[in-house]
């Protein structure tokens, strides 16, 4: 079994959160782990989530990556969204800078707004940033197609939470697939045909597979196995786009 990272988020090392806050854009944003935590943060009186879940910057936080020395996975924006239409291009941009500085690590950029996201495909996409977009159903995937206009080193999925089948999941052009059940208060099912369907598709593309969970209320005692082990593949880091 895989290490578990931060906020039970086992494929990354740790996460760095430049912007805080969020604003719902489709179904799987119904019940934001992000939201919750914001709020329950905000109420304990932690000073970063003064504004609760309101898109806030935070440019003190831009140096920080460059004070960790030890080579690391970098989850961006955990509690909010780089993308989010609320935050500047220019601060993206320094964020962007940030990253390019701190190149002994890996970043890794997830996103539902997509479309945002590919506008800044010309920019001197940074080397190390991998760049990903959440898809949660079949009627989401016009997602990937601009995903696939990144010029990342990494382009990857996160089918979390997972709300229905995916269909014809077109992979071209991606280099690894997560996929999760949704966990916590009213957490909605994900069907294992779902998964498998997914699952088989990477493995005939040969594109790593890495199931994080199962989910619903009780997510850990629901365990993360899919026929009888766990699928923690992750692409090379040093893999370059194709």
């Given at each position: 079994?895989?290490?578990q990272g931060p906020h039970?988020?086992?494929w990354?090392?740790?996460?760095?959160n430049?912007t805080?806050?969020c604003?719902k854009?489709?179904d799987?944003?119904?019940?934001?782990?992000?939201?919750?935590?914001?709020?329950r943060?905000?109420?304990?009186?932690?000073?970063?989530y003064?504004?609760?879940f309101?898109?806030t910057?935070h440019?003190?936080?831009l140096?920080?990556?460059?004070?960790w020395?030890?080579?690391q996975?970098?989850?961006?924006?955990?509690m909010?969204?780089?993308?989010?239409?609320?935050?500047?291009?220019?601060?993206?941009?320094s964020?962007?800078?940030?990253?390019?500085?701190?190149?002994?690590?890996?970043?890794?950029?997830?996103?539902k707004?997509?479309?945002?996201?590919?506008g800044f495909?010309?920019?001197?996409?940074?080397?190390?940033l991998?760049?990903g977009?959440?898809?949660?159903?079949?009627?989401?995937?016009?997602?990937?197609?601009y995903?696939?206009?990144?010029?990342?080193?990494?382009?990857?999925?996160?089918?979390?939470?997972?709300l229905g089948?995916?269909?014809?999941?077109?992979l071209e052009?991606?280099?690894?697939?997560i996929v999760?059940?949704e966990?916590?208060?009213g957490?909605?099912?994900?069907?294992?045909?779902?998964?498998?369907?997914?699952?088989?598709?990477?493995?005939?593309?040969?594109?790593?597979?890495f199931f994080k969970?199962?989910?619903g209320?009780?997510?850990?005692?629901?365990?993360?196995?899919?026929?009888?082990?766990?699928?923690?593949?992750?692409?090379?880091?040093?893999e370059?786009?194709a």
């Amino acid at each position: 079994m895989s290490k578990q990272g931060p906020h039970g988020i086992s494929w990354t090392d740790r996460t760095w959160n430049p912007t805080t806050g969020c604003t719902k854009v489709s179904d799987g944003c119904a019940n934001c782990y992000a939201e919750r935590m914001a709020k329950r943060l905000q109420a304990m009186g932690c000073a970063k989530y003064r504004n609760g879940f309101k898109v806030t910057l935070h440019p003190e936080t831009l140096e920080e990556p460059l004070h960790w020395k030890k080579p690391q996975r970098v989850f961006v924006d955990s509690m909010g969204d780089l993308f989010h239409e609320a935050v500047p291009t220019g601060f993206v941009h320094s964020a962007f800078d940030a990253i390019r500085r701190a190149n002994r690590h890996v970043f890794q950029v997830l996103t539902k707004r997509a479309i945002r996201m590919s506008g800044f495909a010309a920019d001197d996409w940074p080397v190390n940033l991998w760049a990903g977009v959440t898809v949660e159903d079949a009627q989401t995937q016009e997602r990937v197609n601009y995903l696939r206009l990144i010029p990342a080193p990494v382009r990857f999925l996160s089918l979390e939470p997972l709300l229905g089948p995916m269909g014809d999941l077109n992979l071209e052009g991606i280099h690894w697939v997560i996929v999760g059940g949704e966990s916590g208060p009213g957490a909605r099912p994900m069907k294992m045909e779902w998964v498998r369907e997914i699952r088989d598709k990477c493995v005939v593309a040969q594109v790593p597979f890495f199931f994080k969970q199962w989910g619903g209320v009780r997510r850990r005692a629901a365990g993360r196995e899919l026929d009888g082990r766990t699928w923690d593949e992750m692409p090379d880091q040093r893999e370059v786009t194709a």
